[in-house]
């Protein structure tokens, strides 16, 4: 099965085809007789909401394991995502970055922290920094599903689902064992400086986990003909911990906290602002087996705080996002053949937005949703497995209009002509979706797997579609009241193939959006733009956008690759002593287009593809002590931009300034570009790891698509993990 070849290698800078999650015991040295240093089989979890087998799993998944993430020693955890097939990672700012997949984002995209939905209604549809907000020394793996993941996942989940799983999992021991560990990262380019601290300990019935981070990253020094770009630094503490009690025989009780806080970061597309970044979860999660009802039960309580603020010279931004929730999961083996996995969520919303600056406020809102869901996995035959998900949600949004005297003067005028009236911004709506997925796949060989997935994902629109008033990036939004949700279907066809050598997946898919949402450029009041500094004119960042449902359906369609292939040993052993050497490599296509608006579609990703050689002297991580791979990053040039994003920083020269520079290129287009990169690792001892990586060796200056800042020139990387 495909899964076999994965567990061989952890490739430097992407995850082989429909790479899992890594089994820790699983993943230990097998004993003699067993194959080529292989690891056992590993798992993946959010295709299915319980631990599956990739090649059991009708779906694309990408998942990037403890070892994938120590090897790439990301800045961020969005940069985690890079060079992934259907995945592309923008950056608004160096403290920004966001995933796009399959031309999804924002909030057409589900983001979960250790499973908890982070997205909230003030979510909006561009760039976010959720990635960014949580302490990227402190992941124990990435899970992403790559298509829509609305029957298990909710609202929003149309372009895909991002899990980020933390280190705080901890087991129980026979006696009391305690331990931690220590880890240090560097880069040139920007200078930073990161470090962590974790400490643990474990019995019979008790464990407990803390850790605690600090980093300091300076403003980020472009490639070849570049600059260092001011402003661009950050800084950020964290803290973290976690407490589990074993309650009964199969029953165990955990509690978790997580405090992340950015006091300051800057962002060079828009040198006036100065934001502070705070968040707090706090979580309960119970799990039992065996409970005659069910044979596993997994639910969880949880109180998020997300708290953002903006001072810029002509206004500010204060809000705050509190969500109340409730994920309880339940798993039933009715008979040999099928397996139902079931639950119920609730969520509710509470968000508050004011600019202290002018004393206004937006209106409050309360969101809630409940949903009930079931996904029901049957083996048709030995060969064969089909599953069937349904979801019902009902979500409700009550907005409450601030005082008049609360609103901008231009909300005031607009309300005074009859351009807009106060209900229109104290509005109660409420509605039912019904969502569902049918896979199924067939295992046409021992070594390889067919698969097809036909999915249903829908969106709400939230307050962020409907009653946000003021500016982002390249404009401002204004209130658009009466919007109807946007659903998709998504048809996904693929098939992936291992042997004891050379594993490849491959994937196309066909997603059509009906009632999409989409911002263009509009009036409000009667005008264009909203005069945000008082000189009388239309400058950059006023112009008006609206938002609205687009007349026809937005149509995308892809394909993905991956692949990874070991030389024959006769071959590697005739040029050095010992090791295993591997090519690998993924390839992205994909096309988009609003038929409403004969536009492209806002967030395609360019023609990609990344190809690699790796030397290690074994194939088991577990049994590595040092490994070596050179590889390179190929990106077409794109040109199909829709004409609402003419004005975007991201396409002009100068972000800080893309009413007086010219385009990156003519079109506008953003040129291609290919980007060689090395890293190596060793392991120092059995306690003990390093990785040093020279990224983007030749020093190329180049803008990735949709990002406000210049990509980093030549970096090098140093990462050490000390472990006690």
């Not at 035959?381 to 609103?407: E, W, Y």
């Not at 009653?467 to 658009?480: D, E």
């Not at 490849?504 to 909203?530: C, E, H, K, M």
Request: with cysteine.
């Amino acid at each position: 099965m495909i899964t076999a070849i994965i567990a061989l290698s952890v490739c430097p800078q992407q995850a082989p085809p429909s790479s899992p999650v890594q089994d820790p015991e699983a993943s230990a040295p097998q004993e003699p007789g067993q194959g080529k240093d292989q690891a056992a089989p590993e798992i993946v979890v959010i295709a299915t909401r319980h631990e599956a087998e990739p090649r059991d799993v009708p779906r694309s998944v990408t998942v990037l394991s403890k070892d994938q993430l120590r090897e790439k020693a990301p800045r961020t955890v969005a940069e985690a995502l890079r060079f992934q097939p259907g995945i592309w990672v923008q950056k608004t700012g160096h403290l920004g970055g966001a995933p796009i997949i399959r031309g999804f984002m924002g909030n057409q995209v589900v983001y979960l922290f250790d499973g908890i939905r982070r997205n909230t209604a003030s979510l909006f549809a561009g760039p976010n920094s959720f990635l960014q907000n949580i302490d990227a020394l402190d992941v124990d793996r990435i899970e992403v599903i790559r298509g829509p993941g609305s029957v298990l996942y909710g609202s929003d989940a149309i372009g895909g689902v991002v899990n980020v799983i933390s280190n705080e999992e901890l087991a129980f021991s026979d006696g009391l064992d305690w331990g931690g560990r220590i880890l240090g990262r560097y880069g040139s380019a920007d200078q930073e400086t990161s470090s962590r601290l974790e400490g643990f300990v474990t019995g019979e019935r008790f464990n407990a986990f803390i850790g605690a981070t600090r980093r300091d990253i300076g403003d980020l020094e472009s490639g070849r003909g570049g600059m260092v770009q001011v402003p661009s630094s950050w800084y950020e503490h964290d803290f973290d911990g976690q407490a589990g009690w074993k309650v009964g025989d199969g029953q165990r009780l955990d509690f978790y906290f997580q405090n992340f806080k950015r006091p300051e970061g800057m962002r060079f597309d828009k040198p006036n602002w100065v934001q502070r970044n705070d968040r707090d979860l706090y979580t309960l999660r119970y799990r039992a087996q065996d409970l005659g009802f069910a044979d596993s039960l997994d639910a969880k309580a949880y109180y998020h705080r997300q708290a953002n603020f903006i001072d810029e010279k002509w206004w500010d931004s204060d809000s705050l996002d509190r969500s109340v929730g409730l994920d309880l999961q339940a798993g039933s083996q009715l008979s040999e053949d099928l397996l139902l996995t079931w639950g119920l969520t609730a969520l509710r919303d509470s968000v508050s937005k004011s600019n202290p600056q002018k004393g206004t406020e937006d209106p409050d809102v309360d969101w809630q949703d409940a949903a009930l869901f079931g996904l029901a996995e049957w083996q048709v035959a030995q060969d064969v497995q089909l599953s069937l998900g349904l979801r019902a949600d009902n979500f409700s949004l009550d907005a409450t209009a601030p005082p008049f005297r609360k609103l901008d003067s231009n909300v005031q005028n607009a309300i005074n002509n009859g351009s807009l009236t106060l209900a229109d911004l104290g509005q109660n709506r409420s509605d039912t979706a019904f969502t569902g997925g049918l896979g199924l796949s067939w295992d046409v060989t021992d070594s390889v797997t067919a698969y097809t997935h036909l999915g249903r994902a829908f969106r709400a629109p939230n307050k962020s579609d409907m009653l946000s008033f003021g500016a982002f990036t390249f404009g401002f939004n204004v209130p658009s009241p009466n919007l109807d949700p946007e659903s998709s279907w998504t048809y996904e066809i693929g098939l992936k193939t291992q042997t004891d050598d050379t594993a490849v997946a491959v994937a196309g898919y066909l997603t059509t959006v009906s009632d999409g949402i989409v911002s263009q450029p509009g009036t409000f009041n009667g005008s264009s733009f909203i005069d945000l500094n008082g000189n009388g004119t239309q400058d950059a960042g006023e112009q008006v956008y609206v938002k609205q449902n687009s007349p026809d359906d937005i149509v995308v369609k892809g394909l993905e690759l991956q692949a990874i292939h070991y030389l024959p040993d006769s071959w590697v052993h005739a040029v050095v002593d010992q090791g295993a050497v591997a090519l690998y490599g993924n390839l992205t296509w994909m096309r988009g287009e609003d038929k409403g608006t004969n536009e492209p579609l806002d967030r395609g990703i360019p023609t990609n593809a990344l190809l690699g050689i790796r030397w290690e002297d074994s194939r088991n991580p577990r049994q590595q002590r040092w490994w070596t791979a050179l590889e390179a990053w190929a990106v077409d040039s794109f040109d199909r931009i829709p004409s609402s994003r003419y004005g975007d920083g991201a396409f002009h020269s100068d972000p800080q300034d893309p009413g007086g520079s010219p385009y990156l290129a003519p079109g506008p287009r953003v040129p291609g570009y290919t980007v060689f990169s090395w890293r190596g690792g060793v392991r120092l001892s059995n306690d003990a790891d390093l990785t040093i990586a020279v990224e983007n060796l030749t020093n190329r200056l180049y803008r990735v698509k949709d990002s406000r800042i210049d990509a980093s020139g030549t970096n090098v990387v140093a990462a050490l993990e000390v472990r006690f």
